[in-house]
């Protein structure tokens, strides 16, 4: 059964990676110029809310504004900041934590140019039952994380707040398609995820009359999730571009909010062996973290933007706070 069941995830993670890769479509271009390719690298596979962007592609999100998205996969929010700052991405979804970082202690060259998640969606999954139901229950324990997973910066910051200690957790790093699997197969006590990957994880694990739940310390720390970021050098020399797809993302994140059913078929219609139902229920559960949170959807509150640069500043010990200017352009 827990072969099947390891299947089960291996097949969800190449399904999902064969729809990133070619989200590409052209309609109703601008009678004004040509569309402009733009590239979008996520922080790492499509699935739930990011039916966004094929609903937007397909509703003309993207091409009524000139622009002609291509979706890429991601290995980790490290990575996608570095191939945003390099220029190889323009845009990229990448947590918070990790761009304040980058900015801080590398002068990486990029800048948040809009906030998707309010709430931050960085957890701990671990399997219901078992000896871990807490932050303070992970110290002596075994985490597991991907390379590049973003959500590892916070957590010291989260850990001390409910009165835990990280440096006592055991870590381990993963690649993130074995994550589900080293987790019920009881080779690690807790994996650093997302609170929707754990949704999914879980209805595969019931299949195997398993289940797992997260605990959700981004939400805890009230500070923002995955942001949309670019290069200062695209910044500089086509704002214009910039503020054209950001426009698209508003609108196909709107569209898709308010059309989630048909949302979610056009992501699935690209790859039809994915999952409607659990692509439908990720969906809800990413959604909510865009336009039910306490801070407005898609738009900038500098409150979040000051917490958020606190506690990654308290979490990756950085002399001193970092300015909003300096890794958010408004």
């Known amino acids: 059964m827990m072969n099947i069941l390891v299947s089960g995830i291996h097949n969800f993670r190449r399904v999902a990676t064969a729809v990133t890769v ?36 397909q509703k003309g999100c993207f091409s009524d504004r000139s622009i002609n998205l291509k979706v890429q996969r991601g290995y980790g929010s490290l ?18 934590g990790t761009l304040i970082t980058a900015v801080a202690k590398t002068n990486a060259p990029l800048k948040a140019v809009m906030p998707l998640f309010s709430d931050s969606p960085v957890a701990i999954g671990v399997v219901v039952g078992g000896p871990v139901k807490t932050l303070k229950d992970m110290e002596g324990r075994i985490l597991a994380a991907g390379p590049n997973e973003g959500g590892t910066l916070l957590l010291p910051a989260a850990m001390e707040q409910e009165g835990a200690d990280a440096s006592k957790v055991v870590r381990k790093s993963i690649e993130p398609a074995a994550l589900a699997g080293s987790l019920l197969q009881g080779q690690v006590d807790g994996i650093l995820t997302y609170t929707t990957t754990a949704a999914g994880i879980n209805a595969v694990a019931q299949k195997a009359g398993k289940s797992v739940t997260s605990i959700d310390f981004g939400k805890l720390l009230a500070i923002y999730g995955d942001v949309i970021a670019t290069s200062d050098e695209l910044l500089k020399s086509n704002p214009e571009l910039v503020d054209r797809f950001i426009d698209g993302m508003r609108c196909a994140y709107r569209g898709a909010y308010e059309n989630q059913e048909e949302a979610v078929r056009a992501m699935v219609s690209t790859a039809p062996e994915m999952n409607y139902d659990r692509e439908l229920m990720l969906a809800k559960l990413g959604w909510a973290l865009v336009f039910e949170s306490s801070s407005p959807a898609l738009e900038w509150d500098d409150k979040r933007i000051a917490r958020s640069a606190e506690i990654t500043a308290k979490a990756q010990q950085l002399q001193n706070i970092p300015s909003a200017d300096s890794f958010v352009r408004k």
């Open 79 to 96: 990575d996608t900041v570095a191939k945003v700052a390099t220029g190889a991405a323009q845009f990229g979804q990448v947590d918070i």
């Open 22 to 57: 070619s989200a590409s479509l052209v309609s109703g271009i601008s009678a004004a110029h040509a569309a402009d390719d733009v590239s979008l690298q996520l922080s790492w596979l499509a699935q739930g809310q990011a039916s966004a962007l094929f609903y937007g592609i």
